[in-house]
């Protein structure tokens, strides 16, 4: 990566301590792009060119660092929004399949009481696939 000076790689209106910065969206994104281009299994290392002089003592163990605080607090945050999304997909499907068990349950009273009509059939048709629709955000977590 190269950069006129260190302060492209952060994002310039975070005012948190250095090590503590969040990196620049641009500079992230560029990051994580050309790490998806290589083979899953490569080793890499990000090389940093500065067309200016280190402005701080052992600037590059610094830059290190910080890159790896953002990436550290970055999986972080993926990993509880995973969370949250299984834990939602796991109430959505008992809703879901409530629902669905419900409205079976309730076209099957429908034909008791309605018989084997051709009103009763579209009317049990019809409840199947709202259950089955109530169905789509669990199975659309899931899969």
Not at 74 to 97: D, H, K, N, T, Y
């Amino acid at each position: 990566m190269h950069l006129r000076e260190m302060s492209q790689l952060f994002d310039s209106l975070d005012h948190s301590p250095f090590r503590e910065k969040d990196l620049d969206r641009n500079a992230e994104e560029y990051i994580v792009d050309s790490l998806k281009e290589l083979p899953s299994r490569a080793t890499c290392e990000l090389v940093i060119y500065l067309d200016q002089a280190a402005s701080l003592p052992d600037e590059s163990k610094v830059i290190e660092e910080a890159i790896h605080v953002h990436f550290a607090r970055r999986a972080q945050v993926l990993r509880r929004e995973l969370r949250r999304l299984i834990r939602r997909g796991w109430i959505s499907l008992a809703i879901g399949l409530s629902f669905l068990a419900m409205v079976f349950l309730l076209g099957q009273l429908v034909r008791r009481i309605m018989g084997e009509t051709q009103w009763a059939f579209l009317l049990r048709e019809s409840l199947l696939i709202g259950g089955w629709v109530a169905m789509w955000k669990p199975l659309e977590i899931f899969l």
